[in-house]
């Protein structure tokens, strides 16, 4: 988590690589990565698209466009792009990258499916719940039978999937969700992982909108109870 420590070894790192091998050697880029990586976990997200989007052009030119390491830095700068709230932006990158790597690596892998995922997200972001709904869908499916139905993405996808539900309106099916994304998530990861508590504060959401407030209620002071 000392990621200030950590930007400025990567840029000594980066420094030195771009000096003795040249700016797209594929170590010299993996520096590049990862020093943005270490920009975006302290927040700066601004400067995190910078340095993803010369991480891009630059892995573009030194391994190509279909090359597994330029997809993930066109994930990453999706990521960085999204996170600012520019969501349509966002939604271009994904799908371009989406498209890519159903190319390279196929419909069915894992990197292709969390690209769908996160392309959906972007869609719901922008209150397209329908279309959303239908991408988390898809997802689920998919995830479901190349990781398994417990598979941490898969309980994700399903997390997604009920929420774009529930912002239809539709809130005993995103309960019905909500409440075998929690099993599950309690089976696999445990009772007080964050994730699972998520899934309970997810869950009396669902609750408290059929208004069910004390339901609801007991829902919330059991997340409440595993924090402390």
């Known amino acids: ?52 989007r010369q991480c891009l052009e630059k892995t573009k030119m030194g391994l190509g466009e279909a090359h597994p390491s330029t997809l993930s830095s066109m994930y990453n700068l999706a990521s960085a792009v999204d996170k600012q709230g520019r969501y349509k932006e966002a939604e271009e990158l994904q799908r371009q990258c989406l498209e890519a790597k159903k190319t390279v690596f196929g419909e069915a892998h894992p990197s292709t499916l969390r690209s769908m995922n996160n ?64 099993e599950a998530t309690k089976t696999v990861l445990g009772k007080d992982h964050p994730d699972t508590l998520s899934s309970i504060n997810n869950l009396a959401l669902a609750v408290e909108q059929q208004g069910r407030y004390k339901e609801a209620e007991e829902l919330q002071r059991q997340c409440l109870e595993a924090t402390k």
């Open 1 to 52: 988590g000392r990621y200030k420590e950590a930007e400025k070894l990567y840029r000594q790192c980066l420094d030195t690589k771009k000096t003795v091998l040249g700016e797209v050697h594929p170590s010299t880029l993996g520096s590049m990565n990862s020093l943005a990586v270490a920009v975006e976990k302290q927040g700066l997200y601004k400067e995190a698209e910078k340095q993803y």
């Open 119 to 182: 392309l959906a997200l972007a869609i719901d972001k922008q209150g397209r719940y329908k279309e959303a709904e239908k991408l988390h869908h898809q997802c689920l499916e998919a995830t479901k039978t190349v990781l398994g139905k417990d598979h941490p993405d898969t309980l994700s996808s399903m997390n997604s999937l009920a929420n774009a539900v529930g912002k239809q309106g539709r809130y005993k099916e995103a309960e019905e969700l909500q409440r075998q994304c929690l």
